[in-house]
């Protein structure tokens, strides 16, 4: 190789914004996540004063983290990592409602320890909590680090940026898209292949409501994709399997795909 090809490398690794690695930032976020429920760890019995010394190990590692985050640098790393356990009590109220919905929607659901403990639509939506506490005290790239853990991990992309309601039931979820100024109520049930996405992805929308609108106690059925940030799905309405939809339904609607069916010649019995 080439001196040319050398000074590249060189030159890109000197403009490289510093931060700590995909898998450290992940293993916080994990580790937090079993603090909160302890259904997910081994053995989690531990005595009251080793659980308060947990918790401050956490936060200690996430001011690490912010501390290495070269974006990060004009922060005040520890109001924000204090501002943001300070909110773990919501958080934990918040993903609450999540297990909720989900035991009460899914007849396969036995308990929330299995909830807890396998279900990969929690796990999705409880990194999302997460990241977007983290986005909402303006602490850039660490949200989106820990979004796409949850992508790779579960198969369910949500961008940190999306608003999303209590009592989010994801069902399956593999392949469901959520994109970063999608609107979900609370209520709302996702099936597997579900994009809430943009009509258009080009760069001067970057600043604009792409993504669709989603209202209270909305069930969207499996392969269905909503485009469009004008687009409104109104409350109780239901979604059926494969829609396509670039425009806003009222409430209380029921939207379909209608296809032909196709015919399938058997042979008779000799």
Known sequence: MNEEFYLHIYNKQSQIEAIPSNLEIAEWAVSLLNLLYPERLTNPAHTLDEIKAYFAHSEQELLN?????????TFNHHLIAEAFYNELPELLRQMNTDITATLSGDPAA????????????FLAISI????????????????R??????H????????????????????????????ETTKIGDHVKLYQGVTLGALSVEKYMANTKRHPTIGDYVIIYSGATILGGDTLIGENSVIGGNVWLTKSVPANSTVYHQSAMKVI?????I
Do not use: N
């Not at 010649?265 to 019995?269: F, I, L, V, Y």
């Open 65 to 73: 983290i912010l501390q290495k985050t070269k974006a990060c640098k």
């Open 110 to 121: 036995k308990s929330e320890f299995e909830i807890i403990r396998s279900y990969p639509g």
């Open 128 to 143: 999302y909590r997460i990241a977007h506490k983290l986005l909402k005290l303006g602490i850039p790239l660490i949200p």
């Open 145 to 150: 680090v820990l979004t796409e853990y949850a």
């Open 152 to 179: 790779s991990a579960t198969g369910i992309d949500i961008h940190p940026g999306a608003e999303i309601g209590e009592y989010l039931f994801i069902d399956h979820g593999t392949g469901l898209v959520i994109g």
């Open 265 to 269: 010649e058997t042979k008779s019995k």
